[in-house]
């Protein structure tokens, strides 16, 4: 029984950080209906940033809450950067295209981002010495936990409100929504769209980047392709949840880390990458809008 | 997709290597070559990128030493020796490409490579089947010269480094009861796996339970935490050093303070920079300890150090060792064809390389002693030497 709490924290803890991934995507595809491939690379890229600021400045020296924060928010406002710059050159001109066509560019992007990347930062996996040392353990009844676990899904709860409240409770997120609507119809109310969309961006990157310094601190091996099966795996999560909704992208993420982690411990370790999938194909056939999705008709 | 072409190849591998029991797998079809211009070309296969990369740049360093040393003192048969080195990424589909190319297009005389065993593999049908020979520095998967008579190695293979591991276990920790945690992705790591659990209930002992991954993970609780259900005294985790670094933080995370045992995978500067403090008290299987004080082990390391300033790992050491076998091999042979070459290989006798007396048995392996080595705050300590 112990076993079995402890894979379900284990579990909890590798949803949460799918989670911080699948924020990012779901908030994305509501604002724009854009799937944007590239989200798992500018996590990537947020994994980079914090790996050479805290070399550049020394951190992991003083591992501690100033120094995680630190990293978090300068890969957090670099992330912001990139993210802007993806929508400003690569999506932006092709704003009135077929949606197909942004796809295949997203695509496009993500590939950039991650041979880009092997280019510059070089294949090899580097080790991103941790910014916060993970502490005694914590036992809960034989149950083990530790500090970074509890941080990432505390962080990863928190930036979901966070989403929630700046979706639905502030004036920019009323403009997110309305643009989510009709673009056309939003800029006659006089709603800036490509600010709005700009500012969406910016917000899901950010968001990636704090991804990407809290999976790193928990694995600490980042290289140039990490994002490639973890990204994937949180857009499934994401669409497992209900794409485009907040909340199940964070309760997809922690279905989809439990039973990783259940596969895993009671069958075998190989199955782990086909279980996201055949949870995908499930989700699809039975609930096509995801878990907490709204069914909504294409007009044709 | 990658997953799907690997499972197909390797078991398109095993079906070759079930075949062919007696004699090559692979007939020579090509017609081979011999040397024709002014100097020797030698290509080099290795992963120089990739979760692998210290393996394939201490093992290019180690070539490039021995190849230094030959030219000054004149090369072989008065050419001078030029290495044509390939990045494989780490992954056995290029390491493939990678060959085909050193062959057809480099009109190499001889290969040098790979150290993972999935990569030699990879390479060995490709050079068997167009008669170049191919050394390989330090892939221990006895598969791998199974594949045909033109293919050696010059370091010891996985059923004796196994049978070591399982005999220090049992012997020397007095362990009984052992978990085993494999790469599922990787040749080398099932059949050391296997290998050690062999020995290890041959002596009495007793493996709990036998969990894996695959190559590239990062989150290996799951499977830990299952291994500490079943309280073993040890966990042996014959991967590469990426991973295994990780697996050791992850299983402190958990609670989990038995030692981790391994083989020659874990031979890397970086496994104590991933794995830290955590893997004080573990063990692994090495083909050299630079605490070694015989005489040639020692000249190695200064040479080394004066050439790269660092100290060289196992498989710089291997890499040196290939390359002068191949090179003993090229001034023995009566002429500079793979032919020949590929006979005097095969005539190697008692050749002081680096790492040891090197014998070439009729198997085309090297028979020669193994280490044990203990990682201590960091560092790896010579712990004993152990003669086949």
């Not at chain 1, 854009?34 to 989200?39: D, K, P, R, T, V």
């Not at chain 1, 802007?84 to 066509?101: G, H, Q, T, V």
């Not at chain 1, 920019?172 to 006089?190: D, F, K, P, Q, W």
Request: with cysteine; aromatic share 10%; hydrophobic share 50%.
């Amino acid at each position: 029984m112990t076993e079995f709490i402890q894979h379900l924290v284990n579990g909890l803890g590798l949803g949460s950080m799918y989670a911080l991934i699948a924020l990012g995507y779901t908030m994305v595809f509501g604002i724009l209906q854009l799937i944007n491939f590239a989200h798992s690379d500018v996590y990537m890229l947020g994994a980079f940033f914090g790996y050479y600021v805290s070399k550049f400045f020394n951190l992991s020296l003083h591992p501690g809450y100033g120094s995680l924060s630190a990293a978090l928010i300068c890969s957090m406002v670099g992330c912001a950067i990139v993210g802007f710059f993806i929508e400003r050159f690569a999506y932006r001109p092709l704003r009135k295209s077929p949606r197909i066509n942004v796809l295949i560019t997203a695509v496009g992007v993500s590939l950039f981002l991650e041979f880009g990347g092997q280019l510059l930062f070089g294949a090899d996996p580097k080790y991103f010495a941790p910014l916060l040392e993970a502490g005694e353990p914590i036992f809960i009844g034989g149950v083990q936990l530790n500090r970074i676990q509890l941080i990432v899904l505390g962080v990863s709860l928190a930036l979901m409100l966070a989403l929630q409240f700046i979706i639905f409770k502030t004036k920019i997120g009323r403009a997110m929504r309305a643009v989510s609507y009709s673009h056309t119809n939003a800029a006659l109310m006089g709603i800036p769209v490509d600010f709005v969309i700009s500012f969406t961006f910016m917000l899901g990157s950010a968001l990636a980047g704090a991804a990407g310094i809290l999976v790193a601190l928990t694995y600490p091996k980042i290289d140039p392709l990490m994002g490639m099966m973890f990204g994937l795996k949180a857009f499934v999560a994401a669409v497992v949840g209900g794409i485009g909704n907040v909340t199940g992208a964070v309760i997809g993420a922690l279905i989809m880390g439990v039973a990783e982690s259940m596969v895993i411990g009671y069958l075998a370790s190989t199955y782990r990458d086909a279980l996201a999938f055949a949870i995908l194909i499930i989700i699809l056939l039975f609930r096509p809008a995801g878990i907490l999705g709204k069914n909504v008709k294409e007009k044709v | 997709m990658r997953a799907l072409h690997l499972a197909i190849f390797s078991a398109l591998l095993l079906t070759v290597s079930c075949l062919k029991k007696e004699g090559p797998a692979v007939n020579v079809t090509g017609a081979g070559g011999s040397v024709t211009g002014d100097e020797i070309v030698i290509g080099e296969v290795g992963s120089m990128t990739g979760g692998a990369a210290t393996f394939g740049k201490s093992t290019h360093d180690g070539i490039m030493l021995a190849v230094e040393k030959i030219n000054a003192a004149g090369g072989i048969k008065g050419k001078k020796v030029r290495i044509i080195s390939l990045d494989d990424q780490g992954k056995p589909e290029e390491a493939a490409i990678a060959t085909t190319k050193l062959i057809t297009q480099d009109k190499v005389i001889a290969i040098l490579g790979e150290v993972a065993s999935s990569n030699s593999l990879a390479m060995a049908p490709i050079a068997q089947k167009n008669g170049i020979p191919m050394v390989t520095p330090s892939s221990t998967n006895p598969k791998v010269t199974e594949i045909g008579d033109y293919v050696f190695r010059v370091c010891f293979i996985d059923p004796f480094q196994g049978s070591v591991m399982a005999k220090f276990a049992y012997n020397s920790l007095k362990l009984k009861n052992v978990a085993i945690l494999r790469d599922v992705k990787n040749d080398y790591s099932i059949g050391l796996a296997d290998f050690f659990i062999e020995t290890f209930t041959k002596l009495g002992g007793k493996i709990v339970v036998d969990q894996s991954f695959s190559q590239g993970d990062v989150d290996f609780k799951s499977q830990l935490t299952s291994i500490k259900g079943k309280n073993p005294e040890a966990i042996f985790v014959p991967g590469y050093y990426t991973e295994v670094g990780l697996i050791a933080r992850q299983a402190k995370e958990l609670g989990i303070n038995v030692p981790l045992m391994g083989g020659d995978g874990w031979d890397s500067e970086k496994l104590t920079e991933i794995g830290g403090e955590a893997l004080t008290g573990s063990y692994f299987s090495n083909h050299y300890s630079p605490d070694d004080m015989s005489e040639g082990v020692q000249k190695f390391i200064a040479d080394f150090k004066a050439a790269y300033n660092r100290i060289p790992d196992g498989l710089a050491a291997m890499g040196c060792d290939a390359m002068l076998i191949l090179a003993d091999a090229m001034t023995r042979a009566p002429e500079l064809t793979t032919v020949a070459i590929r006979q005097a290989l095969a005539d190697t006798k008692a050749y002081p390389a680096v790492t040891g007396v090197i014998t070439i048995n009729a198997k085309r392996d090297a028979e020669k002693s193994a280490v044990i080595i203990e990682i201590k705050n960091g560092k790896f300590i010579f712990k004993e030497k152990i003669d086949p």
